[in-house]
Structures are given as C-alpha cells and as structure tokens.
C-alpha cells in the first residue's frame, strides 16, 4: 500500500470516529471507553509482537516507544473509566458524629432512650 491510500484510510477513520463519537449520547461515553480501551489493549499485543520480529534498531526503538505509549494509554482509559463509573456511584450517608465530639450534640439519657423508642418502633 502506498503513502496516498495509507493517508486516505487514516483521514476517512478520523472522520468516520469523529462522526460516531460526536452522536453517542454523554450516557454511553463509559461502555464506550470500555470498548476502546480494550481496543488499546489489541494495539499493545500487536506492539510487543513488532518488538519482538524486530530486525533493526529503529524498528525496535519504534516497537518500543509504540510498547510504552500504548501502555500508558490503556492504563489511563482504565483509571478515567474508573473514575466515571464512581460518578454514578450514590453516595454513601455522612456518618454522625461520635457523642463527645466537638460540635457534636450531647447524649443525654432521655435522647438516648429516644433512640431506643424510635428504633423499637421501626421494627
């Protein structure tokens, strides 16, 4: 294959990629990163199997350089995923104070007794 076409492939894809991206809704972006971080991680096998049929030095710096790159890339879609799906996480509830803490209420007997009533009544 010659520059032209490899050039064509590449300019199509990025207008192909843009286009889907752009008309994905904000609420599939994260299975969306799923898929592509997965993607990544067939670039990084394809890397390390370059780098390793590597017969010249530049070839092999290259490999290498497409190892590391490639790396970083499938471990920081990871980590972003992550960080998104904590996003949708709910909230855990604020725990309460400990008695005694400053700014804290203090328990006196009859809260205490309240509590007990309340939670007798709930069961």
């Known amino acids: 294959m010659d520059g032209i076409s490899l050039l064509t492939i590449t300019v199509l894809a990025v207008f192909v990629g843009f286009e889907v991206v752009s008309k994905v809704s904000s609420t599939l ?32 710096a290259v490999a290498l350089l497409a190892v590391v790159l490639a790396t970083a890339n499938l471990v920081g879609g990871f980590v972003v995923t992550d960080r998104m799906l904590e996003m949708f996480r709910g909230r855990k509830p604020d725990k309460p104070a400990k008695p005694g803490a400053p ?21």
């Open 29 to 60: 972006h994260t299975p969306l990163m799923s898929g592509a971080n997965a993607i990544h991680g067939i670039i990084l096998v394809g890397a390390i199997i370059v780098a390793g049929q590597a017969t010249h030095p530049w070839v092999l």
């Open 103 to 123: 700014g804290s209420t203090p328990v006196t007997g009859a809260t205490l007794a309240d509590t007990k009533e309340n939670t007798e009544a709930t069961r």
